[in-house]
């Protein structure tokens, strides 16, 4: 009699423990799925042939808007960036999207200084553990420390790993993210529709401490060659930033931009600069290193004049 009603509150309990842990996923993706949903969907469960792809962190996420550079190069173009992409994130989506796709013709990488800090942005990938049926995307959040085997098995688990802030963001309604001007577009999200828009808290400007993560030198080589193996012309870019931006006077910031022209250099890359253009003025950013929408749009239409302008895509 006790092993029975025993069985009966485990079959309970986990029906309702299931049920719950779907009602949550539902919450989660709606909530999220235009900042990280969509993107990854595009990533793994669409195979489109892309010409362009762009990785990198925030400020390609926020920065580099598809339908500029399309409109203008008449190529067909994916924004892949996730909001504190470090190497390590920028490898693997690469990676993934070969699994998915054919290689593109151009994939275009945002480099800044937090590419060569230690980040482990994976830990905070949340998302990341709807996609666990994915050999690479398990591996690597096994790595960064989360319990994929039990995940996988009782899903509902995962919320139990989360933070505060996305455990929270459950049940939060809120409004829509206002679309206007293409703001929202493959990949691509921009709210701050004015000069002059100041950010609410979303932005969180690391302090870097000089401290070298000389295995993501590694990861962005590896990166390169994979991408380079598969007929993909990669370019580097160094993106807009504020002409008063403290980190431009930081000798840290020397050394990350010398190892990135040493690479470069070594594989023959097309390397834009942009962080110096006088005409990104303060009224074009949010803070010291990421655009408001108007400051995308010039930044986007830039870059699709410079991608024209190469002989590669002729």
């Not at 299931?18 to 009602?23: E, I, V």
């Not at 139990?160 to 577009?185: M, Q, W």
């Not at 990949?187 to 401490?209: C, D, H, T």
């Amino acid at each position: 009699m006790y092993l029975k009603r025993l069985t009966i509150v485990i079959l309970i309990s986990s029906s309702i423990a299931y049920a719950t842990g779907m009602f949550f996923d539902h919450l989660y993706k709606k909530r999220w799925s235009t900042l990280f949903f969509d993107k990854t969907n595009a990533l793994i469960k669409d195979n489109t042939n892309f010409d362009i792809i762009y990785l990198g962190n925030s400020r390609v996420h926020f920065g580099i808007n598809p339908y500029y550079i399309d409109s203008i190069t008449k190529l067909n173009s994916y924004n892949f960036a996730n909001g504190g992409a470090d190497a390590l994130d920028i490898m693997l989506t690469s990676n993934i999207y070969l699994q998915f796709h054919p290689a593109p013709r151009i994939a275009i990488i945002s480099l800044d200084m937090g590419a060569l800090t230690p980040n482990e942005s994976l830990k905070t990938c949340f998302s990341y553990l709807f996609y666990l049926e994915n050999d690479s995307i398990n591996k690597y959040m096994q790595q960064a420390g989360f319990p994929t085997s039990l995940i996988k098995l009782f899903p509902f688990t995962k919320y139990c790993f989360f933070d505060e802030y996305n455990r929270t963001s459950l049940f939060v309604k809120g409004k829509p993210y206002p679309a206007f001007d293409h703001n929202i577009y493959k990949g691509f999200i921009n709210v701050y529709k004015e000069k002059n828009s100041k950010p609410a808290a979303i932005f969180n400007l690391r302090s870097f401490n000089d401290q070298l993560w000389d295995t993501a030198i590694t990861y962005i080589r590896n990166t390169v060659t994979t991408l380079q193996s598969q007929g993909t012309n990669v370019i580097f870019i160094s993106p807009p930033e504020r002409m008063d931006s403290r980190f431009k006077k930081m000798d840290f910031r020397k050394t990350t931009d010398s190892i990135y022209t040493s690479i470069a250099n070594e594989f023959h890359l097309t390397h834009f600069h942009f962080e110096n253009a006088p005409f990104y003025t303060n009224d074009y950013f949010i803070d010291e290193l990421h655009l408001n929408e108007p400051g995308s749009r010039m930044y986007s239409i830039q870059l699709a004049d410079s991608i024209n302008a190469l002989p590669l895509i002729h």
